[in-house]
């Protein structure tokens, strides 16, 4: 397998590709987000490609001072999907292309339906905001399998205490402006998450 880069010529041609609806959606979201929000120069989506065929690709950025590596989105075309590519790319992006960039801290937002992937890798989640996205952010890891070791009560100890003030109040609500539908989604994801679901531990630093 390799890695490149995609400019949004090379992006909207790969994705045109995709059969599955709701991949093709979200591929499309994923680039209509990007148009208003970032610059396809700047942080062009990293892709893994396998035979010729992009298997999984990754849209983040970097702030200017190099306070953090925000994750934006992580997309698998279906048939890709459960083979190992994503935990790959994300690899390929913390262990080669950003090796050595002195970023400090990593940041993201995830759905319900990735928490599982996520904290396979050893992620960690502060609360949920109203959205129903569930919040991490932690030290850049040295590589992808540092990731646990970036959980520790002292490296969350490492934000100051407006940073912290900041996103507990993203996450302070938790589930109150939820549906009951979402309010069930919510309770089964913390009976899932169990003590790695860490908003008592934020709300307490905070306090």
Not at 41 to 68: A, G, M, T
Not at 77 to 90: M, T, V
Not at 147 to 159: A, G, K, V, Y
Not at 179 to 185: L, Q, R, S, T, Y
Request: overall charge positive; hydrophobic content about 35%.
């Amino acid at each position: 397998m390799k890695s490149k880069y995609l400019s949004r010529a090379g992006y909207l041609k790969s994705v045109l590709k995709l059969s599955h609806f709701d991949t093709l959606k979200f591929a499309k979201q994923a680039m209509l987000w990007w148009d208003d929000y970032y610059s396809w120069k700047d942080f062009p989506p990293l892709c893994l490609i396998k035979n010729k065929k992009v298997v999984c690709y990754i849209f983040y950025s970097i702030s200017k001072n190099k306070d953090y590596l925000t994750i934006h989105n992580l997309l698998t075309p279906k048939n890709s999907r459960n083979k190992g590519y994503a935990k790959e790319l994300l690899r390929v992006l913390f262990d080669e292309y950003l090796l050595d960039n002195h970023i400090k801290r990593v940041k993201m937002l995830c759905v319900s339906s990735s928490l599982k992937f996520y904290m396979n890798l050893g992620v960690d989640f502060w609360g949920v905001n109203k959205l129903g996205q569930y919040y991490t952010n932690f030290p850049m890891p040295k590589n992808i399998k540092d990731i646990p070791n970036m959980m520790n009560h002292n490296q969350l100890n490492s934000l100051n205490q407006s940073e912290l003030v900041s996103i507990y109040d993203k996450l302070k609500n938790n589930d109150l402006d939820f549906n009951d539908k979402e309010k069930e989604i919510y309770q089964n994801n913390k009976l899932m998450m169990k003590d790695r679901y860490r908003f008592d531990e934020l709300k307490e630093m905070v306090e």
